[in-house]
Each structure stands twice: as C-alpha cells, then as structure tokens.
C-alpha cells in the first residue's frame, strides 16, 4: 500500500512538473529566431575648412573644402536556439565635397571637374554576443568609393569577459585593400603617367591592423578602457597631385616610403560623477616609424538635466611632432630622398570645442513614438598654422 | 598654450622604459582598486552616455581628424581606406 501512495504521488508531481514548466513552443522559439529591427540611425553632417597651406600646391595656397556627409544605418536582431544574441548592421554613407585646392591639380583651370567630388561608402557588419559565456565575435566588411580611389576593408573581432565579469580582453584584426589612380599635376605628366581618357595609372596601397582592447569596470560609477593599435600601411603612401617645390624652384611629386608602421594607444575613462554629470576622458599616445609623434587628450562633461535631455559640452587638445619628411614650401632639397611639404604631416597643436545636445523622451520626439532620439553637435576646430574649420551634425535615432 | 606644451614636452623628454613604467603604475593604480559591482548595481554604467567608443554622431568629426592630423588609430574608429584628399 505504502509502495502505491508513493508511486501515485511520485506520478501526480511527475505530472505537475511536466504541466508547470513552461511550454518551449513552436510560436516562442519562432519569435526568438525571427530578426526583428532594433534601431536605425541617420546622421548628417556639414563640414567647412579653410587655410592657407594646401599640399596641391607645395604647402602655399588655400584649402578651402566643404563636405556634406549623410549616413543611413539599420540594425537588426535576433536571438538563437542558444541564446546567443545576433547584431547585424548595414550602412551605408555618401559625402558630396567641394574642394578649391583639389582644383589647383591644373594651375591654370579656373574650375575643373577635381573640384567636387562624391564618396559612396556602404558597409555590413555582425556580432554575437554569448551572455552565458561572456563571449563576443563579430565580423564585418566595408568599401569607399569616390573618382580616384576604391577602398575594400574586412575585419574579425573577439572579446572574452573575465570571471567576475568585470573586465573585457578584445581582439580585432583588420585589413583595408586600397586602389588609388595615379592623378599627377598637370606640368609633371609625362611618359607613363599621361592618362588615356579616364584611364589612369593605378597603385595599391594596403592597410593591415590589430587591435587589443582590454575594459574594466572600476566601480559602481567608473569604467575604463585601454586600446592599443598596431597598424601596418604599405604600397603608394603619398598623394600624387601634393606638389613640392624644392629650394632651386624645381616642381616635384610628393615622394614618401612605401611603409609605415604606427602604433598608438589609449585610455579612456568613463564617470557617473552624481546624478545629473557624467564626466567622458579620453588620452592617445601615437608614434610611427616615420618619425612622428603626438598626444590628444579630450574631456566631454555630460549634464543631465533629465533623465531624457543632455548638454554636453567638450574640449580636445592634439599637439603632433612633424613626420622626418616634412619641410615647407621650397625648403626641400634634390639631397632628400623623401619629401613632403603636406601640413597635416608638419609640428603643430590643434584644439577643437563646442557642445552637443541630446534628446531621447519616453514618448518620442514631438510625440512620434518612432522618433527615439535627437542628437545635435557643433564644434570649431583651429589647428596652430591657421587652419580652422567648423562641423555640425545631427543624429536621428529611429526605433 | 604653453602651460600644455611644458606638461607633454615633460612626458615625451622622458625615456620609453620610465614613460612605461608611468603608464603601468597609473593603470595598476586603477585596477587595484576594484571591487566587484553586481548586475543590479550597473545602472550608472549602463547609461547610454557612459560608454566606452565614439558614438555615431562623432563618426565624421574622427574622419576629418584623421585627414587633417598624422595621428590616427586607438580610438576604436576607422584606421585606414579612403585618401583624404584635398
């Protein structure tokens, strides 16, 4: 008797157990395998520059340049029979720029057609992220398109949570295959560097990096994280219409080596300072073999007057030492064997500040539920030789 | 201007081992001090503004950097493809 009480109440919560769980139906594992569209992203942006050392022309003359950027991205999800979260992100952008010195390629058009240009850039990316072992894998590729250059890149990345889960180590490997058509200044075409039509002579230039990251979460209020590249360019490094104009008066073509190897790295600090201000740090040590160093060091103080709104305002100094090859105008020599006169490669210090705001109400922007998130950013940017620019951009977040 | 230049000229005249040596005790100074923050207790670190890469509306911003400046990389941001020209 005692031996069928137990076998009954064994069968009765066999039975319980079996209709208690819940029900790994069809329809749920259906709904987590389905992709379901996360978030789209459109930002647009214009830029505008202007200077008086322009490498077209040997480091003398404007650089006037006004760039109108729009970039659309969708992400979309899923999550598999595992568990695993799946991200794939699709973008893709399009630049429409003007620039005077692109002109100058010709010293005696008053317009050509070097003076604008569009560069379409699509790129597809994917990650998986596995919760349970704290475990991240991602792959991607992109290509940039404008008139004289074609860029396809690819790129694998790992990340591993430490034990505690307090820490993150992250591996990325990349690769961009670069094209550029070899558009020399008009006085210096000659022998094989006369085009025929639009059929230009071609180079490679390739770019092989890795990236190791490592974050840690400090505590309940701090994170940092630490990053460091080491990049490998090799093939056409220089630009072929940066004209350089040596001490006799002789016009050249910029000549650089046909490697570089760079290797900066970062930290940077995040900081829930109190309820309303997060404080943003970021510091960079850059060095190549080319001989050039630099720091950058930046701080972005976010204010949250709400939950919902932010203004955050930010400054960034960047302080370079010129590359071995660099002299200005008419300062080169036929006794250099690679020279350059292209001021973005020259000693200077550059600082660049403004403010953005942010917008992401619970009921969407101007009550459009879809309209997720507004952000609006403007910044000056003045560098020590006189160049100075201005950015704004704007951030629709979609959901 | 020049109270900066004074501060990264110091730390560049220095030589690479004692520069290391800096760096890994800054960061040895951070990590000791740790301590373990449960899930329930990352509200703070799981703000929107609190992460650690460039958001998208800063995307373009690095680009016309990494033309107009030799320094690029370890920002987690495009390293390489494109000319830059102008």
Redesign the interface.
Known sequence: MKKITLSILALYIGVLAVFSQTKPSSDSAYRQRKLTFSEA?I?S?Y?S?DGNN?A?TGGIGT?K?T?F?N?F?IKLTRVDKKWRKHSFDAELGIDN?T?A??DRIDLKANSSASYNDT?I?PSLNWTMEDDKKGLTWGAGA?A?R?F??L?F?SQVNVAKKTK?R?GEYGVKL?T?L?N?KLIYPIELRTGAFIPRGEDYPMAARN?F?S?F?Y???????L???????V?L?QGYLG?P?HRVYFTDNSVHVEKLPDSRL?T?????A?Y?AGDHL?L?G?Y?Y?Q?DWG?????ISLEP?I?TTAFF?V?PFYR???????KYFAPYQQHTAANTYYTSNF??STF??H?YGA?I?M?PPNGILGWQHLGAL?L?Y?H?S?SNN?Q?D?V?L?LTIK | MNFSFRYTNYFTNLSSPARLLITAGLIFICLSSCTTVKEYQKNKLNDSEMILSNRKIEKTELSFMSYREGASGANAGKSGGGCGCN
């Open positions: 992203n930002v942006s830029y520059q322009s077209i650089e340049l760039d950027s970039s991205s720029y620039s010195s692109s560069r850039y992109s940039s404008e004289d250059y860029s890149g505690n307090m990349f961009y670069d550029l770019t990096g990236t990251s974050n840690q979460i400090i505590n309940a209020q994170q940092i994280s630490i990053l460091t590249d990049i360019q630009l219409f760079k900066p790295i970062s930290i940077r995040s829930f997060i943003r970021y960079r850059y190549d050039m160093t630099a720091h950058t976010v949250k932010s955050s100094f960047y302080s370079q030492q010129a590359t973005d490669l210090t550059s660049f953005g942010r992401a952000e950013r910044g940017y560098r160049m620019s950015i951009t951030n």
